[in-house]
């Protein structure tokens, strides 16, 4: 009798995901999973309107749940208020202000990671930006001396945008200020649980940044250091979650492959990510037509195919954890069609279930971007402070990538492969 018992309690005990060799594991069972970008789901248990904040987030959860989502990807480090290379960043922050954490900020996410527990999702927590819709780096450096003000506020062009960026990775006070908001996440007890976040088994990964690049060739050297140094930092305080370092691959070390490889295969980051952006890749003009999909999706095959051999090389696993398609004519009403886009990720779908299927090295699909029950407003193409949030950030129009909960198709699909 008390063996059974021993047994039952154990089984009902949450489990931490595991990295053994190129699979995930949870309770020594390989983890293969699809997921969702779900980057504002911290943030929903703090609206002042239950009805939009807890009671849409648990609706939200419950839906993902039924629809055999498990894992979701979401922003906990973010920084500084107000416009920031001329578009209005996320709200609130976690560092409003410079060296000014807020805990009430973590609540939201302390909420979200109780009801991911009931339900057994896992996540995965990036923990600052390579870009300004959250503050991230260019906050950073403005905090010490390297940005005004002003310069901070307009629009950056791309050359300029590269040049301030890569100097994050030479800036030993925005470094030090990063390792500080990292400690401060790090120490946090979860107020529900009673956790600290070192041990809340529904935390999956840290992630060092969203799509962190060097920027600038001669910021690479400084570029490796710091995430060394930092997947380092992580593992002396935390030894229960995977680190990972939130790369888009090949297209975010620079055309790099040497680059890619070498700073996954460090010992503390203990699996691969890529990105997958047509759009802003360039792989086709103006919209997606059914002419030019083909050629989108021998592209992205090829994409993932180049980083699963390295994956295989370094024997650890690869997540495609972010991948996008407007909907059909570039439409952003959520009552457009979504054709094009369903066959788009039933492609990528289809090498992860193959992977499933023979144990390999590709292990999780994380689509961008979960929109849930909210819309656009019509005839307002960003969003504005006071709206819901939605899958597409600040930045971006809304209802770009977004795949709310009303779009069956999409959902259809992936139930397809989730069954099979």
Same mark, same amino acid.
């Given at each position: ?18 990295? =053994?060799?190129? *699979? ?22 703090? /609206? ?18 039924? &629809? ?31 060296? =000014? ?21 896992? #996540? ?21 001396? /390297? ?33 500080? &908001? ?46 060394? =140094? ?75 195919? #180049? ?23 570039? #439409? ?28 390999? =090295? ?17 005839? *307002?193409?960003?969003? &504005? ?9 600040? &930045?971006?129009? *809304?209802?770009?990538? #977004? ?18």
């Amino acid at each position: 009798m008390l063996m059974v018992s021993f047994s039952a309690s154990n089984a009902q005990k949450p489990a931490f995901v595991r990295s =053994v060799g190129h *699979q995930f594991v949870i309770n020594g069972a390989p983890y293969y999973y699809v997921g969702a970008n779900y980057w504002y789901g911290g943030l929903l248990a703090l /609206q002042k309107d239950r009805v939009k904040g807890k009671e849409r987030l648990i609706r939200e959860l419950d839906f993902l749940k039924s &629809q055999g989502i498990n894992n979701l990807r979401v922003l906990v480090g973010s920084e500084g208020e107000g416009e920031i290379n001329g578009v209005d960043r996320v709200k609130p922050a976690l560092q409003a202000q410079h060296q =000014v954490f807020s805990a009430g900020f973590l609540r939201g996410l302390d909420f979200l990671l109780m009801e991911m527990a009931k339900r057994k999702m896992y #996540a995965v927590l990036f923990l600052s930006n390579n870009w300004e819709w959250s503050g991230g780096f260019l906050q950073y450096l403005n905090w010490n001396g /390297q940005i005004d003000n002003e310069t901070l506020k307009r629009k950056l062009n791309w050359d300029e945008q590269r040049d301030y960026t890569s100097k994050f990775y030479t800036c030993a006070g925005c470094k030090s200020d990063y390792q500080k &908001q990292l400690k401060f996440i790090l120490e946090h007890k979860n107020t529900y649980s009673g956790k600290k976040y070192v041990d809340e088994p529904a935390i999956m990964a840290w992630e060092l940044a969203n799509e962190p690049r060097p920027m600038r060739a001669s910021a690479v050297a400084a570029y490796k250091d710091w995430i060394s =140094v930092t997947a380092n930092y992580i593992k002396s305080i935390d030894q229960n979650h995977l680190v990972t370092i939130g790369t888009e691959g090949f297209m975010g070390t620079d055309e790099n492959w040497a680059l890619f490889k070498e700073i996954h295969a460090n010992k503390n980051i203990d699996y691969l990510t890529i990105h997958i952006w047509p759009k802003n890749w360039g792989w086709f003009k103006n919209v997606p037509t059914r002419e030019n999909l083909p050629l989108v999706i021998e592209k992205t095959a090829a994409y993932i195919k #180049a980083h699963e051999s390295i994956a295989k090389q370094l024997n650890k696993a690869l997540v495609i954890e972010e991948f996008g398609l407007p909907r059909d004519g570039h #439409a952003f009403d959520p009552l457009s069609t979504t054709g094009l886009r369903d066959e788009y990720f039933g492609s990528i779908f289809a090498l992860w279930a193959n992977s499933r299927k023979h144990s390999g =090295v590709i292990a999780g699909c994380n689509f961008w971007a979960f929109g849930g029950t909210s819309r656009p407003i019509p005839s *307002q193409l960003f969003w &504005q402070d006071g709206d819901d949030f939605s899958g597409d950030p600040p &930045q971006e129009e *809304q209802g770009l990538n #977004a795949v709310f909960d009303s779009d069956r198709s999409t959902w259809e699909i992936i139930q397809d492969y989730l069954k099979r």
